[in-house]
C-alpha cells in the first residue's frame, strides 16, 4: 500500500510493548522525587564551584608567575648583595690596611719630631709655625682617645706600633715644655692640652702605660717652672690628691717623678701657701717612699721630707 505520504512501522512484541509502557509509568512516578529542589540547588552549587575553581586556578597560576618574577628578582639581588659584600670586605681590608700605614708613619714621624725636639732652635721654629697650634690640639685628641680605646684593658707594656706613636707624641710635648718660650706657648695657647694631660693621669690605672704617665709628668714638671704653669696648677681642683693617689703606684719611677713634681710646686711660697693643707697629707706617703729600696727615690723623698719642715718652721 502506497500513499502521499511515507510512513515507517516497526513491529514491537506485545510483551516489549508492555514492559516499555511499565518502565515510562514508573519513570514518570520516580521522575519527580528524584528530579526535586535539592538537586537543583546542588547542581547550581557545583556550577558555582566549578566557576569559582577555574577563578582560582587563575589567581593561582597568576601567582605562581608572580612567584617567579620575585624568586629571580631575589635571585638577583642575593648576587648583587654578595658582590657588594666582596666589594665592603675588601674595602675593609684596604682601611685596615690604610690605618696600619698611617699607624707606622705616624709612629715613625712622632719618633723622629721627638728626637728633634730635644734642639731648642727646632722648637723655636716649631713654634715659629702656624699649624703649631693645631698640631699639640690634635696630639692631645690623639692621646686621650689612646687612652681611652684602652678602657680596661691597659696594657703593660709599649711595644706597639700605636703606643710608639703617643709616646712620640707626648715626648714632643714633653721636649717642647723643656724650652722657655715652649712653656709659655704652652699655657697661653695651648691650655685645654695641658688641662688633658693633667686628668689623663687620673684615667690611666696605676701600675699601666708607665712611660706615657713618666712623659706627662715630665711635662707637667717643666710647666711648672713658667709662673703661669704653676699658678695654672694650684687652681687645678684635685692636683696635689691626684699626685697623692700616684705616689702609691708600684713604678718607682712614676713615684720619683711626682715627687719632683711637687718639690717643684712647692719653689713658690705663695703656692706652697694656698697648697700647704694637700702637702700636709702627702707627708706620710713621702715618709714611706724615704725608706724606699730605690736610692733616687729615697733621696729624693728625704729631700722633700727636709723642704716641707724646713717651710713649716719658717711659718
Sequence with gaps: MSSSTDTEFVLVKRKDLERLTTEVMQMRDFLPQILNQELVESVQRLEAAEIALETKELDCAHVSARLEVSQGEY??????????????????????????????????????????????????SILGMDKAPEFFNLASHTVVSFVESLAGEQPQ??????SRFVLGLAGTITNVAAVSCGREFLMSSCRDLMESWFHLL???????????????????????????????????????SQLQRL???????????????????????????????????????????????????????????QEVRGRQDES
Design 157 to 162: 707594656d709599649d711595644d706597639t706600633e700605636e
Design 75 to 124: 635571585l638577583r639581588a642575593n648576587e648583587e648583595n654578595q658582590a657588594l659584600l666582596v666589594q665592603v670586605t675588601s674595602l675593609q681590608e684596604q682601611s685596615v690596611q690604610q690605618a696600619e700605614y698611617c699607624t707606622h708613619m705616624g709612629s715613625a714621624l712622632c719618633s723622629l719630631l721627638w728626637g728633634l725636639s730635644t734642639n731648642e732652635g727646632i722648637v723655636n
Design 247 to 305: 705616689l702609691t703606684d708600684p713604678d718607682p719611677e712614676i713615684c720619683l717623678n711626682v715627687l719632683h713634681l711637687i718639690q717643684s710646686v712647692i719653689m713658690d711660697t705663695d703656692i706652697l701657701r694656698l697648697l700647704w693643707k694637700d702637702i700636709q697629707e702627702c707627708v706620710p706617703r713621702v715618709m714611706e717612699l724615704s725608706q724606699s729600696g730605690s736610692p733616687d727615690l729615697q733621696r729624693l723623698a728625704r729631700e722633700l721630707l
Design 202 to 240: 687620673g684615667k690611666i690605672s696605676l701600675g699601666t702605660c708607665n712611660r706615657l704617665r713618666v712623659l706627662i709628668l715630665m711635662s707637667l714638671y717643666n710647666v711648672s717652672i713658667n709662673r703661669n704653669g704653676v699658678l695654672w696648677m694650684s687652681q687645678c681642683v684635685g692636683f696635689i
